[in-house]
Structure formats: structure tokens, C-alpha cells
């Protein structure tokens, strides 16, 4: 799937950002993204200041930044949206997202899952005097920021809803995600009918149909919460502390 970066200009921002800070999507009305729509961005440990990876990032893929606690780049290369970690766990969880003096440019304070450069190091800024670990089947399989796979297997709800984002940022003629986003009543209606069918094909066993009717739910779900502004990454972590939370006989207990 295919996101194009956002248009950006060598204008500057419109003002100047308090602290540098970037808290919020609406923050990054700050940063001075260029003629490409991009930005570098550093991810740096949190933890002991060691910098870690260089890569490039829009505004859809900071907001998903944001939005999810996890880095999300662009690669220049595929032309397309991919978060760190995809394929081999070693995510990168933002802990602050800050832009230099000419908000140019980004830097993410993050907490590393694992090593972090494709080649199985734990920086892509190796110290040619220290020894390094060979690279990990995982870590030989990381999304390189030029190169490699992105988004497999579970990563297709994280998929659409990158398109979701960038829908409601666009907001493109003749997009059925866009008509829904721009009119409450007719996402909510449609969500409506929508497990209406699903229930439908559910009594009748139907197990094609249940599957249509559950993609059509999920999407049209996933239109709803971003058309109220809750994001799906929300939604997991309420999922996860009742999983981790609830004892065994709660009522929301798996």
C-alpha cells in the first residue's frame, strides 16, 4: 500500500513551537517538512543518549507516531508508510518527539526492543572499536528505512488504518472513505447496517459471508473511531489491560 508523503514547503513553520516539544498531532503545524513533504528523524535511546537510526518521516507517519507510541518513517525508496519493528519485534516506543531550532528536522526519544539496525546492531551508528553481536535471523529480517518487507501478516488493520489517516488528511473527491468521514449520521448508519448483515450471515453459518460481513464491520469500525477521534491504537491498549488486568471470571475476561 502505497501513502503519498504530504505536501511540504522550505517556508518554515508558522510559529515557533514552545520547547520544541511535539506532544500532539496538531503540533506538527510546526515543522518545516520539505519540498518532498519529508523530514529527517533521529531515534535516539531515552535511556543512555546513544543515537540509534536515521531515517525520514511525513506528517501521516509522525501523527501515527503519536497516535501509537511506536515509530513510523517513510521510505523514500518503496514510497510508502512502515513502522520500525514490523517484522522483527524490535520496535522503537516513543517516549518524547521534539524538532531542532529550525524545525527541520526530528528527534524521538525512544525505549529499543532490541537492536535496532537491519545488520542485527543495536545502532545503526556502530563504534568501529566495540564489538558487535552477529546478526539474528529477526534482526536480518528488519525493515531497512530503504528497503526490505513491511507489513505482514498482522500488520493489515495497522494497514488501514494508515489509509484511514491519510483519507482524513487528504480527503480526496470520489473517496467512499472520505463522503464518510465528512457526514456523522450517514458512518454511523452505515455501521449499523453493517452489523446488522454480520449477524444475519452469523445465524445463517454462512462462513463466506461472515467473512465479507466482518471486513465490511471492521472498516467501517475503524471509519467510526476516526471520525470521533479515537485512534486504534486506543482501542488495543484497552484490549490488552483487560486481558492482562481482569481476573478469571470478570465479564470481559477472554
Not at 496538531?26 to 543515537?51: K, N
Not at 511525513?58 to 517513510?74: C, E, P, V
Not at 519485534?89 to 529550525?102: E, R, Y
Not at 446488522?196 to 467473512?211: F, G, K, Q
Request: net charge negative.
Amino acid at each position: 500500500m502505497t501513502v503519498p508523503p504530504d505536501a511540504g514547503t522550505r517556508n518554515g513553520p508558522p510559529a515557533t513551537l514552545p520547547g520544541r516539544h511535539i506532544q500532539h498531532t496538531r503540533d506538527l503545524a510546526y515543522v518545516s517538512f520539505d519540498s518532498d513533504g519529508l523530514v529527517p528523524a533521529i531515534a535516539q535511546d531515552a535511556r543512555t543518549g546513544e543515537m540509534l537510526m536515521l531515517a525520514y518521516a511525513n506528517r501521516t507517519s509522525l501523527a501515527l507516531t503519536l497516535d501509537t507510541g511506536q515509530m513510523y518513517f517513510w521510505s523514500r525508496s518503496r514510497k510508502e508508510i512502515w513502522r520500525k519493528g514490523a517484522t522483527s519485534g524490535n520496535v522503537l516506543s516513543l517516549v518524547s518527539l521534539h524538532m531542532d531550532c529550525d524545525a527541520d528536522a526530528v528527534l524521538a526519544k525512544v525505549r529499543p526492543a532490541g537492536p535496532v539496525c537491519h545488520t542485527g546492531t543495536r545502532t545503526c551508528f556502530v563504534d568501529p572499536g566495540k564489538h558487535e553481536p552477529e546478526p539474528t535471523a529477526a534482526a536480518s529480517e528488519e525493515d531497512d528505512p530503504e528497503g526490505g518487507p513491511t507489513f505482514r501478516g498482522g500488520e493489515v488493520l495497522d494497514n488501514l488504518w494508515i489509509t484511514l489517516r491519510s483519507r482524513a488528511a487528504e480527503m480526496p473527491p470520489g473517496s467512499n472513505t472520505a463522503r464518510l468521514l465528512a457526514d456523522r449520521n450517514l458512518r454511523l448508519k452505515k455501521l449499523g447496517e453493517e452489523l446488522v448483515e454480520l449477524t444475519v450471515a452469523l445465524t445463517r453459518r454462512d462462513p463466506a459471508a461472515i467473512t465479507g460481513e466482518a471486513a465490511d464491520l471492521l472498516y467501517h469500525l475503524m471509519v467510526a473511531l476516526l471520525g470521533a477521534g479515537v485512534s486504534l491504537h486506543s482501542v488495543g491498549a484497552e484490549l490488552a489491560r483487560r486481558a492482562g488486568d481482569d481476573p478469571p471470571g470478570r465479564r470481559n475476561d477472554p
